[in-house]
């Protein structure tokens, strides 16, 4: 950053103006604080920003993988596991603040929230489930199944085993369509109809499915289908 006047260097300017008026380049200079050789920590922040899997600039940081960012010349081991970290933080970080923000956790608002930014981006489906105690709150979330583009495969075993691990006495099943489209599909009616029978039979009970898609969701609940 030498090479940079230290009125337009991104630390420097995030302690004169606050980090809210730095780009998101400045932003990821700052935190992965030197450059290389060939590179600034701005321009390398650039090039990283750049980087498209699947979504380019500030988004693809909740997709790149470690080998992603050590393709790139200035990136070892130490800055891709800083990039890493700065991705789950932010996940987190939203997870938390949908979770505090609605005092119903299993109404399908609150679940879509809690849910968006993790599902959202991704191109491939996963199906998750929240289990929750008698209170309704949330005890756990699991990853049942990480499926392709169009399609998962689950068995209503999955979801009772790992109801019965935790304790739970309800689950809402969550999972994403990557078109964005969240639709339900006739196997994800037959999915949910399977399940719900199931969990009746053992006396937990599937409140709710949620289907994700870009910014937008749907309930089987409220669809009538459950």
């Known amino acids: 950053m030498k090479d940079i006047p230290a009125e337009e260097r991104p630390y420097e300017r995030c302690l004169a103006m606050g980090p809210e008026q730095l780009t998101d380049a400045e932003l990821l200079a700052v935190i992965i604080r030197t450059g290389s050789r060939e590179a600034t920590s701005l321009e390398l ?32 081991q130490v800055k ?40 959202r981006h991704l191109d491939h489906e996963q199906v998750r489930a929240l289990f929750f105690d ?49 639709t339900p599909s006739h196997e994800d009616q037959l999915l949910t109809m399977r399940v719900k029978e199931a969990g009746e039979a053992l006396g937990i009970y599937l409140l709710d499915h949620i289907i994700i898609g870009d910014t937008t969701f749907i309930s089987l609940r409220e669809r009538g289908i459950l």
């Open 134 to 182: 008698t209170r309704q709150r949330l005890i756990r979330e699991e990853l049942l199944s990480k499926g392709t583009v169009n399609a998962s495969v689950l068995s209503p075993r999955e979801v009772f085993l790992a109801a019965l691990r935790c304790q739970a006495v309800t689950v809402i099943l969550v999972h994403n369509h990557p078109s964005g489209d969240p």
């Open 45 to 76: 922040a650039q090039k990283i920003l750049a980087l498209n899997y699947p979504n380019k600039g500030i988004l693809g940081l909740l997709h790149l993988s470690s080998a992603d960012y050590m393709g790139l010349k200035g990136v070892g």
């Open 80 to 119: 891709a596991v800083q990039l890493l970290c700065i991705g789950e933080l932010s996940r987190r970080i939203w997870k938390g603040a949908a979770r505090r923000s609605s005092p119903v956790m299993t109404e399908p608002e609150a679940i879509a929230g809690y849910c968006m930014e993790d599902m």
